[in-house]
């Protein structure tokens, strides 16, 4: 069943660049067209596919290539809304699939269509190898879903909710890792094996309401004021779990700067404070300090109403993520303690439900190391905790190993362009983020004969 993938590389470059071509801005997202088309690709091969609609316009695809039943499904999840753009920005129409100097351009090549595309490739990489009369012992799912941008009210949760038949899998391959270039071109591959959670705590201070010609200390702003200032203080205790401690400790070996390679060895080991001391150098950088504590960022900030009027309250919503198992209600207690006045109110006001770690040492897990570490040996393999939300969160509650992957080898300044202007993904790491799907699940299938 193994093909020889530089021959379709041209096809995966030609299958991103129609998915970019769908315009599936979310909100609205308007998925259901590149939905159907998805649908008829895979239909038109021969794979067993599904379309669903979650809602008006929006669309879901579930298609399915049977194995022999020896072991439960893997599933493959990308989905097919992206966010805004700004056109006047870009150097070129981000709708259009551009390739210029090697690389595709458009909204979505990286976040999410570069990795529906690879997925999409397997499937049909898959299905052609049939033919040599050779099965999986698993059940291959592909998984493209509407909304990830928007909260999965009718994607990812829609499915869940209705259609928790179709996501029967033991293992699944999501969004949510990255493939890093470092300093003096160093590679690394980070699995995401488990993701913070996002909450909202709400600060509000209140004072006495009045004529602004008569100031007072207990104005209400003055009082947020303060209590943010004591919060820019604050950091979350540090919590180093088997998945950071192993991130640390295998990154230490291709990393370049002397200082932060001695602190993730220092992290990654089993004395207590040599792990302290490790962790306040890389707390300095905001992505290390993320995988090892509960973060809290300020996002929303409202009080007043009119230029002549002290008002009564002031408040400032923050983003908490917690690390999986924490609690967001011990999170708020220890917020009252650092800020310390009866007069500020924290409130949880919006929460999300915890998500368990999947295995960093399922076969699954060890099937993309090995495809990683085959087309790449110098590339260091880690698993990751991931500070954003996926898709993943939803499936590790109903009981799937997910794993995260972001397959598309590039560096600091091309990552930074995902949400951003002139999006885009290189050709040759796009056929290297094919191989490593396609590989990883021939691997984990455990291919037998008929």
């Not at 391959?173 to 959670?197: D, L, P, V, W």
Request: glycine share 8%; charged share 25%.
């Amino acid at each position: 069943m193994k093909a020889d993938l530089s021959a379709v590389k041209a096809e995966a470059v030609a299958l991103l660049q129609s998915l970019i071509r769908f315009n599936t801005t979310n909100p609205p997202g308007n998925e259901l067209p590149l939905a159907r088309f998805i649908h008829e690709k895979f239909s038109g091969e021969g794979i067993e596919s599904r379309l669903l609609a979650p809602a008006e316009n929006r669309g879901a695809v579930v298609a399915r290539i049977p194995g022999d039943g020896r072991a439960r499904p893997v599933l493959l999840l990308a989905h097919m809304d992206v966010v805004g753009v700004e056109p006047d920005k870009w150097s070129c129409d981000p709708f259009a699939g551009v390739i210029r100097d090697g690389y595709v351009y458009g909204r979505g090549a990286f976040d999410d269509k570069g990795m529906l595309a690879a997925n999409m490739m397997t499937m049909l990489l898959i299905q052609r190898g049939l033919s040599e009369s050779k099965k999986l012992s698993r059940d291959v799912v592909f998984v493209a879903t509407s909304d990830e941008e928007g909260g999965g009210e009718a994607g990812i949760k829609w499915l869940v909710a209705n259609h928790p038949e179709l996501l029967d899998a033991e293992f699944a391959i999501n969004e949510g890792g990255r493939a890093r270039i470092i300093a003096g071109g160093k590679r690394y591959f980070a699995i995401q094996t488990a993701e913070k959670i996002s909450h909202l705590v709400t600060l509000t201070a209140r004072g006495p309401a009045g004529h602004a010609s008569i100031p007072r200390d207990e104005n209400a702003i003055l009082k947020l004021g303060r209590a943010l200032e004591r919060l820019s203080r604050y950091v979350e205790p540090l919590t180093l779990s088997d998945t950071a401690r192993r991130f640390f400790g295998e990154l230490a070996r291709v990393w370049s700067d002397a200082d932060e390679k001695a602190a993730m060895t220092a992290v990654a080991s089993s004395d207590a404070q040599e792990q302290v001391s490790g962790a306040a150098v890389l707390s300095r950088i905001p992505m290390f300090n993320a995988v090892i504590r509960n973060t809290i960022a300020p996002t929303i900030l409202a009080g007043g109403f009119q230029g002549n009027v002290i008002p009564a309250e002031a408040s400032v919503v923050l983003n908490v993520r917690t690390m999986p198992n924490h609690s967001i209600d011990d999170v708020a207690s220890r917020l009252r303690a650092a800020i310390g006045d009866a007069d500020v109110d924290v409130a949880v006001t919006a929460r999300s439900a915890d998500s368990p770690p999947s295995d960093i040492d399922s076969p699954m897990f060890r099937a993309i190391e090995s495809s990683a570490r085959e087309l790449d040996p110098e590339m260091a393999v880690v698993p990751y905790l991931g500070a954003g939300a996926t898709d993943s969160a939803a499936l590790r509650r109903i009981g799937i190993n997910a794993y995260g992957i972001l397959p598309f080898p590039m560096g600091r300044e091309d990552e930074e362009r995902m949400h951003g202007h002139d999006e885009r993904v290189s050709i040759e790491s796009l056929n290297f983020g094919v191989r490593v799907i396609y590989d990883s699940v021939l691997r984990v299938g455990e291919k037998a004969e008929n």
